[in-house]
């Protein structure tokens, strides 16, 4: 499907809503030489495309991963070089930059070609540059003078433009494509998504004349299997419509995927053979049915794919459970039924292998397993490498590793990375240094490495050619919870899978767990809905740029042509139209509301007045035992033993960290050991009532939270301390209702009112309820329709206001603090430029502004958290808690303006900042850290803090100490690892 301008704007500022065009005939002659240096022809959809960018137009190509699309920004360089002018490919992370980097270095030479990636630049005045998408909103933000590199600029390429979904980072794409020159060609490469075409209608109205391309057709065909029963079985089988086909909306039987063309060929080639005994054998007379896509919707053919009865068969009888053993006397225990057989990460391997299934990818969802999932497959005896490709294999890593310190490298855990490399198996995942990821990339594309352990960061785009793609479970933990896959994650997953021009076919093996419902997993397979929503709102950093440029009226009308307004502008008009539908009910509903006792309004009004009053009440004695809880939380002191009250984490506890300061509002966060030798970090829900110290526990000064042997033996000091046995219930307080004069005032009015004698009183009440319970959802959808009115501009009213409280805007001029704030690019903007206005980092050793700058980027992972270990240095403890009141300030201010962008230091880096910058080795800092911290997070932490360093040193005041202290910071911290690493 393809879709376009249907003609002149038909208003002022107006577009045209894209619609069907069609594939062109014609061939452009620099398309023509441009296909010659592939070795495969071009798709439909890529010749539109390129056809149209060449006829002068933007485009939009949604198409599955793996399907070429790519390309289409390959020719858009192609054409820059071609006509003299130049080409921005932006993509959304460093590694992809990188590797299209050297694609585009190896099709037009080194000379042609530049790279900027914030912490690397190469040749930056080439024709073609590769950057990350945030190089180049700083370029469109830079003062004139630095908007150089925009010189005939033509082409901008915005790999992976889904991204604008993105909640931290999403934002950055929606304003380059806003603030691009309006006549520089925008091609826009995007995964696919369910609502193509609103996203294809916003750009028609922001960029002009687009050209839309959507393509969901699959150029590899793509098998999916389930792993179950020492077999590996198809998902769906070729045959009649029967029990496991999933069902249509009115019950009647539907497809789970379009027709076939009847016996596909490809997938596993002897179970295709009829051969009983291969791997995916499927049910005599059928035949396993491809993937192809959604596109093949049209086909007619007599084999219509339905789900493999034999997995339906596995699912009833795993959910039989065996029968609960009976108790003594209670007759014979009868044998468990025997469960599916669930296969080691080994034994999936060497399936797979003797399948012909590999190179295989496996998604584990977590780092550890990733990592144990190697050790296993190398304690196992698996070797799926020969002599020579083991010793290709100890060339290439001798070479990539050569310049890590020898002590370094025994730190990273390099003779165990090694040793898996030289079996073919190896993980990837982001608590890897990045040079060792890479080498696993190069050695996996180069088939050296055949099979890979990842998370999901793997499925972000890089380039790893995969037959097939293994699921070990259909679900992951989402930061907060664990969830199920999506459908769009199910795809991109299962996208790596038959990459073009490498395999003819793909694979997609699901390992059956218990519970695993086939029926669901087709649901998941066939369903195609990733909707792209926007994550857009205006920053601190954007404002004043903005108004710089633009001034604050003309400011607010661009930020309104965002995708967020476009979507929010559309979900109006649905809601206006339940806004009428519900008045007409009102209005029914008011007939009926009619007593001859008295008005049935105002009787009710007396029994909500109640209501509100007696919930008032609760509320007042709610915070009262929240601001005791507080103020005993504010007296603990480290070694107290409390008993924690309710949560999860309910029992004694000893506390390590009051944790009093750098929480705001939200009161003191205790990080304590629990008796079960579990360290967290607890909050006010975990004590709904005042907590008191019941004794005290010697905590060691060498104390480590993450050694499993402090936690036992501080634990065990624990449950030695005398400590008086937990009462009963409490006695209940005597409730505030009972006294409160208002309330019984309220009450004698309503028993002296007429309606309260009227028989039919309850039936009035219950009309008078609905017709409460509709206007109250009536103005609830009214504040939606103005709450989506002018959505992101009212966001920016608030944000301008906030920055004119603080000095940094003017009305429409932008102050020299404000100026100062336009330069600096983090989620923690405001706060940086207030420690730099504040002086709070003057006087700072480089070891101690590191640490200091550190808590501004540094984020832990997941709930478990521990005490934060701070460097001795006093100068340091001062800025930290100047850091700390300056956040508390600035959170207060943004409340009073209905805000809330930034979040509160954290100061679990500082040790490691502190010690890596004071010339710590890479062993030290990370043992005596006190963290889960693997290779990777260090160096990714690392590269923030030093964006951050680099970012103080240009925009720090010239009579600051701190620019010259910053650059000294940064070569502090530019060492070792961290240098290597940041290096290509």
């Given at each position: 499907?393809s879709?376009?301008?249907?003609g002149?704007?038909?208003g002022?500022?107006?577009?045209?809503?894209?619609?069907?065009?069609?594939?062109?005939?014609?061939?452009?002659?620099?398309?023509?030489?441009?296909?010659?240096?592939?070795?495969?022809?071009?798709?439909?959809?890529?010749?539109?495309?390129?056809?149209?960018?060449?006829?002068?137009?933007?485009?939009?190509?949604?198409?599955?991963?793996?399907?070429?699309?790519?390309?289409?920004?390959?020719?858009?360089?192609h054409?820059?070089?071609?006509?003299?002018?130049?080409?921005?490919?932006t993509?959304?992370?460093?590694?992809l930059?990188n590797?299209?980097?050297?694609?585009?270095?190896?099709?037009?030479?080194?000379?042609?070609v530049?790279?900027?990636?914030?912490?690397?630049?190469?040749?930056?005045?080439?024709?073609?540059?590769v950057?990350?998408?945030?190089?180049?909103?700083n370029?469109?933000?830079?003062?004139?003078?630095?908007?150089?590199?925009?010189?005939?600029?033509?082409?901008?390429?915005?790999?992976?433009?889904?991204?604008?979904?993105?909640?931290?980072?999403?934002?950055?794409?929606?304003?380059?494509?806003?603030?691009?020159?309006?006549h520089?060609?925008?091609?826009?490469?995007?995964?696919?998504?369910?609502?193509?075409?609103?996203?294809?209608?916003?750009?028609?109205?922001v960029?002009?004349?687009?050209?839309?391309?959507?393509?969901?057709?699959?150029?590899v065909?793509?098998?999916?299997?389930?792993?179950?029963?020492?077999?590996?079985?198809?998902?769906?089988?070729?045959?009649p419509?029967a029990?496991?086909?999933?069902?249509?909306?009115?019950?009647?039987?539907?497809?789970?995927?379009?027709?076939?063309r009847?016996?596909?060929a490809?997938?596993?080639?002897?179970?295709?053979?009829?051969?009983?005994?291969?791997?995916?054998?499927?049910?005599?007379?059928?035949?396993?049915?491809?993937?192809?896509?959604?596109?093949a919707?049209?086909d007619?053919?007599?084999?219509?794919?339905?789900?493999n009865?034999?997995?339906?068969?596995?699912?009833?009888?795993?959910?039989?459970r065996?029968?609960?053993?009976?108790g003594?006397?209670g007759?014979?225990?009868?044998?468990?039924?025997?469960?599916?057989?669930v296969?080691?990460?080994?034994?999936?391997?060497?399936?797979l292998?003797?399948?012909?299934l590999?190179?295989?990818?496996?998604?584990?969802?977590?780092?550890?397993?990733?990592?144990?999932?190697?050790?296993?497959?190398?304690?196992?005896?698996?070797?799926?490498?020969?002599t020579?490709?083991?010793?290709?294999?100890?060339?290439?890593?001798?070479?990539?590793?050569?310049?890590?310190?020898?002590?370094?490298?025994?730190v990273?855990?390099y003779?165990?990375?090694?040793?898996?490399?030289?079996?073919g198996?190896?993980?990837?995942?982001?608590g890897?240094?990045?040079?060792?990821?890479?080498?696993?990339?190069?050695?996996?594309?180069?088939?050296?490495?055949?099979?890979?352990f990842?998370?999901?960061?793997?499925a972000?785009?890089?380039?790893?050619?995969?037959?097939?793609v293994?699921?070990?479970?259909?679900?992951?933990?989402?930061?907060?919870?664990?969830?199920?896959?999506?459908?769009?994650?199910?795809?991109?997953?299962?996208?790596?899978?038959?990459?073009?021009?490498?395999?003819?076919?793909?694979?997609?093996?699901?390992?059956?767990?218990?519970?695993l419902?086939?029926?669901?997993?087709?649901?998941?397979?066939?369903?195609?809905?990733?909707?792209?929503?926007?994550?857009?709102?205006p920053?601190?950093?954007?404002?004043?740029?903005?108004?710089?440029?633009?001034?604050?009226?003309e400011a607010?009308?661009?930020?309104?042509?965002?995708?967020?307004?476009?979507?929010?502008?559309?979900?109006?008009?649905?809601?206006?139209?339940?806004?009428?539908?519900?008045?007409?009910?009102l209005?029914e509903?008011?007939?009926?509301l009619?007593?001859?006792?008295?008005p049935?309004?105002e009787?009710?009004r007396?029994r909500?007045?109640?209501?509100?009053?007696?919930a008032?009440?609760?509320?007042?004695?709610?915070?009262r035992?929240?601001?005791?809880?507080?103020?005993?939380?504010?007296?603990?002191?480290?070694?107290?033993?409390?008993?924690v009250?309710?949560?999860?984490?309910?029992?004694?506890?000893?506390?390590?960290?009051p944790?009093?300061?750098?929480?705001?509002?939200?009161?003191?966060?205790?990080?304590?050991?629990?008796?079960?030798?579990?360290?967290?970090r607890?909050?006010?829900v975990d004590?709904?009532?005042?907590?008191?110290?019941?004794?005290?526990?010697?905590?060691?000064?060498?104390?480590?939270?993450?050694?499993?042997?402090?936690?036992?033996?501080?634990?065990s000091?624990?449950?030695?301390?005398?400590v008086?046995?937990?009462?009963?219930?409490?006695?209940?307080?005597?409730?505030?209702?009972?006294?409160?004069?208002?309330?019984?005032?309220?009450?004698?009015a309503?028993?002296?009112h007429?309606?309260?004698?009227?028989?039919?009183?309850?039936?009035?009440?219950?009309?008078?309820?609905?017709?409460?319970?509709?206007?109250?959802?009536?103005?609830?959808?009214?504040?939606?329709?103005?709450?989506?009115?002018?959505t992101?501009?009212k966001?920016?009213?608030?944000?301008?206001?906030?920055?004119?409280?603080?000095?940094?805007?003017?009305?429409?001029?932008?102050?020299?603090?404000?100026?100062?704030?336009?330069?600096?690019?983090?989620?923690?903007?405001?706060?940086?430029?207030?420690?730099?206005?504040?002086?709070?980092?003057?006087?700072?050793s480089?070891?101690?502004?590191?640490?200091?700058?550190?808590?501004?980027?540094y984020?832990?992972?997941?709930?478990?958290?521990?005490?934060?270990?701070?460097?001795?240095?006093?100068?340091?403890r001062?800025?930290?808690?100047?850091?700390?009141?300056?956040?508390?300030?600035?959170?207060?201010?943004?409340?009073?303006?209905?805000?809330d962008?930034?979040?509160?230091?954290e100061?679990?880096?500082?040790?490691?900042?502190f010690g890596?910058?004071?010339?710590?080795?890479?062993?030290?800092?990370?043992?005596?850290?006190?963290?889960?911290?693997?290779?990777?997070?260090?160096?990714?932490?690392?590269?923030?803090?030093i964006?951050?360093?680099?970012?103080?040193?240009?925009?720090?005041?010239?009579?600051?100490?701190v620019?010259g202290?910053?650059?000294?910071a940064?070569?502090?911290?530019r060492?070792?690892?961290?240098?290597?690493?940041?290096s290509?």
């Amino acid at each position: 499907m393809s879709t376009a301008p249907a003609g002149p704007p038909s208003g002022p500022g107006a577009f045209p809503p894209a619609i069907p065009t069609a594939i062109p005939t014609a061939i452009p002659t620099a398309l023509t030489g441009f296909v010659s240096g592939y070795p495969f022809g071009l798709d439909p959809f890529q010749i539109e495309a390129c056809t149209a960018l060449d006829a002068g137009e933007g485009v939009l190509v949604a198409a599955p991963t793996g399907a070429g699309k790519t390309v289409v920004g390959e020719f858009a360089a192609h054409l820059a070089l071609a006509r003299g002018q130049r080409c921005f490919y932006t993509t959304p992370i460093k590694a992809l930059s990188n590797q299209k980097y050297t694609d585009l270095v190896a099709r037009h030479g080194a000379g042609a070609v530049g790279l900027l990636t914030g912490d690397t630049t190469r040749n930056p005045d080439a024709p073609v540059i590769v950057m990350t998408t945030e190089v180049l909103r700083n370029m469109l933000y830079a003062q004139p003078a630095g908007r150089e590199r925009l010189d005939r600029l033509a082409f901008v390429v915005m790999d992976e433009v889904h991204y604008l979904a993105d909640r931290q980072r999403g934002a950055v794409w929606e304003e380059v494509i806003i603030h691009l020159p309006a006549h520089v060609q925008l091609v826009s490469l995007s995964a696919t998504v369910s609502n193509a075409e609103e996203f294809a209608d916003w750009l028609v109205t922001v960029r002009g004349h687009t050209r839309v391309v959507v393509s969901e057709h699959r150029p590899v065909p793509l098998w999916q299997h389930v792993l179950a029963d020492r077999q590996l079985h198809d998902l769906f089988v070729a045959g009649p419509l029967a029990a496991g086909t999933l069902p249509g909306p009115r019950g009647e039987a539907a497809d789970v995927f379009p027709r076939t063309r009847g016996d596909a060929a490809g997938g596993l080639g002897r179970a295709r053979r009829g051969d009983a005994t291969a791997p995916g054998t499927v049910a005599p007379g059928t035949t396993a049915a491809p993937v192809t896509g959604p596109d093949a919707a049209g086909d007619t053919g007599p084999a219509r794919p339905r789900i493999n009865p034999d997995l339906i068969r596995l699912s009833r009888q795993d959910s039989r459970r065996p029968p609960r053993p009976r108790g003594r006397g209670g007759g014979a225990v009868a044998p468990p039924r025997e469960r599916p057989w669930v296969p080691s990460r080994p034994e999936v391997v060497r399936h797979l292998d003797r399948a012909g299934l590999l190179p295989a990818i496996t998604f584990v969802f977590s780092r550890a397993g990733c990592d144990a999932a190697v050790s296993a497959c190398v304690r196992a005896g698996l070797r799926l490498t020969t002599t020579e490709e083991r010793q290709t294999i100890r060339e290439h890593v001798r070479a990539r590793t050569a310049s890590i310190p020898a002590d370094d490298l025994r730190v990273l855990g390099y003779w165990e990375w090694l040793d898996g490399l030289e079996c073919g198996i190896a993980a990837h995942h982001a608590g890897m240094l990045p040079t060792f990821k890479e080498v696993v990339e190069e050695l996996f594309v180069r088939g050296l490495v055949r099979a890979v352990f990842a998370t999901e960061t793997l499925a972000l785009g890089i380039n790893m050619p995969a037959r097939t793609v293994v699921l070990e479970r259909l679900s992951k933990f989402n930061g907060e919870t664990r969830a199920d896959i999506t459908p769009g994650e199910y795809t991109q997953f299962t996208g790596r899978a038959g990459r073009r021009g490498i395999d003819i076919e793909g694979h997609a093996v699901v390992l059956w767990q218990p519970g695993l419902d086939p029926v669901a997993l087709a649901g998941l397979a066939s369903a195609r809905t990733y909707p792209l929503r926007s994550s857009f709102r205006p920053s601190y950093n954007m404002a004043v740029n903005l108004v710089g440029r633009l001034g604050r009226t003309e400011a607010r009308s661009v930020l309104e042509s965002s995708f967020a307004q476009f979507q929010a502008d559309r979900a109006v008009v649905g809601l206006a139209r339940q806004v009428r539908r519900n008045s007409g009910a009102l209005d029914e509903l008011a007939a009926e509301l009619t007593c001859e006792q008295g008005p049935v309004s105002e009787y009710a009004r007396l029994r909500e007045e109640i209501r509100a009053r007696e919930a008032a009440l609760s509320r007042e004695g709610a915070n009262r035992r929240r601001a005791e809880a507080l103020e005993a939380l504010s007296r603990l002191r480290v070694g107290d033993v409390v008993r924690v009250p309710a949560g999860r984490r309910s029992g004694l506890a000893v506390v390590l960290d009051p944790g009093v300061n750098g929480h705001g509002d939200d009161g003191p966060r205790p990080v304590v050991l629990t008796v079960d030798r579990q360290v967290r970090r607890l909050s006010t829900v975990d004590f709904p009532v005042a907590v008191e110290a019941l004794g005290r526990v010697r905590v060691p000064r060498t104390f480590n939270p993450r050694s499993p042997q402090s936690r036992r033996d501080l634990a065990s000091s624990l449950r030695q301390v005398d400590v008086p046995p937990e009462q009963g219930r409490r006695a209940r307080e005597r409730a505030a209702a009972a006294d409160d004069t208002e309330l019984a005032r309220l009450r004698r009015a309503l028993r002296a009112h007429p309606v309260h004698g009227c028989p039919e009183r309850e039936a009035h009440l219950r009309v008078m309820d609905r017709h409460a319970k509709l206007r109250r959802e009536t103005d609830t959808l009214q504040r939606r329709i103005e709450n989506r009115t002018n959505t992101v501009a009212k966001i920016f009213d608030r944000v301008c206001a906030a920055l004119e409280t603080l000095g940094y805007l003017r009305g429409d001029t932008v102050t020299a603090a404000g100026a100062l704030l336009s330069r600096v690019y983090t989620e923690q903007d405001l706060l940086v430029a207030e420690c730099l206005r504040d002086g709070v980092w003057e006087g700072l050793s480089p070891a101690a502004l590191a640490a200091a700058v550190s808590t501004l980027v540094y984020e832990p992972r997941g709930e478990e958290a521990t005490a934060a270990k701070t460097p001795g240095d006093p100068g340091l403890r001062d800025a930290l808690t100047a850091t700390a009141r300056i956040a508390g300030r600035l959170r207060d201010i943004e409340a009073g303006h209905g805000l809330d962008f930034l979040r509160p230091p954290e100061p679990g880096f500082a040790w490691v900042a502190f010690g890596w910058a004071s010339g710590g080795s890479l062993e030290k800092v990370l043992t005596d850290s006190g963290l889960d911290l693997t290779a990777g997070d260090f160096v990714r932490w690392m590269r923030q803090l030093i964006d951050l360093l680099d970012q103080i040193v240009q925009v720090a005041p010239e009579d600051s100490t701190v620019r010259g202290v910053a650059r000294a910071a940064l070569d502090a911290v530019r060492r070792g690892v961290v240098a290597y690493a940041m290096s290509i």
